[in-house]
């Protein structure tokens, strides 16, 4: 129901029902009833998919088919998203009317998901839904972050300085993304190339030195041990190939769901923040993104609490997370901010310095930004830093495993050329003698 008593009903693309009750209520509604749609739901309800129309409205329409193909799951690449609410605030900030400019960029997107999306919630305002309510309908493209700092925009007056932060937020986000994973690309792609090229010299060069160890330049020799464990391995991988694969699927398996569980997912994140060489760039990442994300959304209005609690949702990283929840919980007993940060070795002593100045003066939202500019600039020269130290770490690496492989090949006949040598040897004192 709304807060007239009027009952509405509809339909939720939501993961859990914990999430619908969350997204019913943050839409200004009172759930009653809240069930799974079993797929013949949507259509009956006469409401889209995330819509939320009046009972009965539906009686009469043909039903929508509901056909997931993929690549078209209704996700929207977050580089797209951005691109549109940053077209979105020029036209806003130009004066256009919001209906009206969500109709001009719907004409011209050309994402499919996003052009439905753009028309959903073209309807939804139509139907009389606010901005910030048509967003909660498509939790999979518009996250907690986006839905609220437009409802503070909304209640401020200033949606279009809203989503202008927002826009200039999600830039910066995405500029950072960007340069650690151009910074990846080329230890990635070496890694690919060296254990391509380690699969051909397992599977097809060394099972033809194991042919020549076999046959005469053998002679019933014994192989050194470190030429065994090699041919050893070769033939492994040549001869068991799918029980191989099988392995290494099944320890990336085990992984994966070793990091779902709450445990799993701690000790991984906290092993991310102290690698050596990426834990740093991961590290000041996290403090970036924390700072910067807490700075929009208390600049543009959002409760601290509130605010506080979408940080931890969207943070990324349990150990940052479990921070940001000890802080929220400090400020609701109306105690600072520092204390918990401090207390979680986190942060360094300079952002703690830096929030502590922001909370005595009155301007945090002005010093988070500021931090999170710095951090910016920390993570180009971490990323590059952590770059110059991958190169050479990763030249090494490999020139010891195809030096061994190398040496291990060459071993039999330097022991070959030997006893040769020693035998030649003892034929001419025979001869002599």
């Not at 209520?25 to 009172?30: I, S, T």
């Not at 806003?92 to 439905?116: C, D, S, T």
């Not at 102290?274 to 590290?283: E, T």
């Not at 500019?373 to 180009?380: A, L, P, R």
């Amino acid at each position: 129901m709304d807060s007239r008593g009027k009952e509405t009903k509809g339909v939720l693309d939501v993961a859990t029902q914990n999430e619908a009750i969350g997204r019913i209520k943050e839409m200004g509604f009172f759930p009653t009833k809240v069930v799974e749609d079993k797929g013949g739901a949507g259509g009956a309800a006469g409401a889209k998919k995330g819509g939320s129309k009046p009972a009965g409205k539906g009686k009469g329409m043909s039903m929508n088919l509901n056909i997931r193909i993929p690549g078209l799951s209704g996700r929207v690449k977050t580089k797209v998203l951005t691109v549109f609410t940053r077209q979105l605030a020029t036209l806003v900030q130009a004066g256009l009317p919001l209906l009206r400019g969500l109709r001009v960029l719907a004409k011209q997107e050309r994402n499919v998901n996003l052009k439905k999306i753009i028309g959903d919630l073209a309807v939804s305002i139509e139907g009389g839904c606010t901005f910030s309510e048509a967003l909660a309908q498509h939790p999979k493209v518009f996250n907690r972050l986006y839905v609220n700092m437009v409802k503070a925009g909304e209640l401020g007056g200033v949606l279009e300085v809203v989503l202008k932060r927002l826009s200039e937020f999600m830039e910066k986000a995405q500029k950072i993304k960007g340069k650690v994973i151009a910074a990846m690309f080329y230890p990635c792609a070496v890694l690919v190339v060296a254990t391509a090229i380690m699969g051909v010299l397992m599977v097809f060069v060394i099972p033809k030195f194991k042919e020549i160890f076999e046959g005469t330049l053998g002679n019933g020799r014994q192989l050194p041990g470190f030429t065994q464990f090699v041919l050893g391995i070769s033939e492994m991988i040549q001869h068991h190939i799918i029980q191989t694969m099988l392995v290494i699927i099944g320890i990336v398996i085990m992984f994966n769901v070793f990091i779902r569980t709450k445990f799993g997912r701690k000790l991984f994140d906290r092993f991310k923040l102290n690698v050596p060489v990426l834990g740093p760039v991961i590290s000041k990442v996290a403090i970036s993104r924390f700072t910067r994300t807490l700075g929009t959304l208390v600049s543009s209005g959002v409760p601290i609490l509130q605010a506080l609690t979408i940080v931890k949702e969207t943070s990324g990283n349990v150990i940052v997370g479990n921070a940001v929840a000890s802080v929220h919980e400090s400020v609701k007993e109306g105690e600072t901010i520092t204390a918990p940060l401090e207390a979680s070795n986190i942060f360094p002593p300079m952002v703690i310095s830096m929030v502590d100045v922001g909370e005595q003066t009155g301007a945090l939202p002005e010093m988070l930004m500021k931090i999170a500019d710095n951090y910016d600039e920390e993570v180009d020269n971490a990323v590059a830093a952590m770059t110059s130290l991958l190169e050479p770490i990763m030249i090494v690496v490999l020139a010891v495993i195809v030096g061994s492989i190398v040496i291990a090949m060459f071993l039999p006949l330097i022991d070959l050329m030997e006893n040769v040598g020693e035998d030649s040897k003892e034929g001419a004192k025979e001869k002599t003698n």
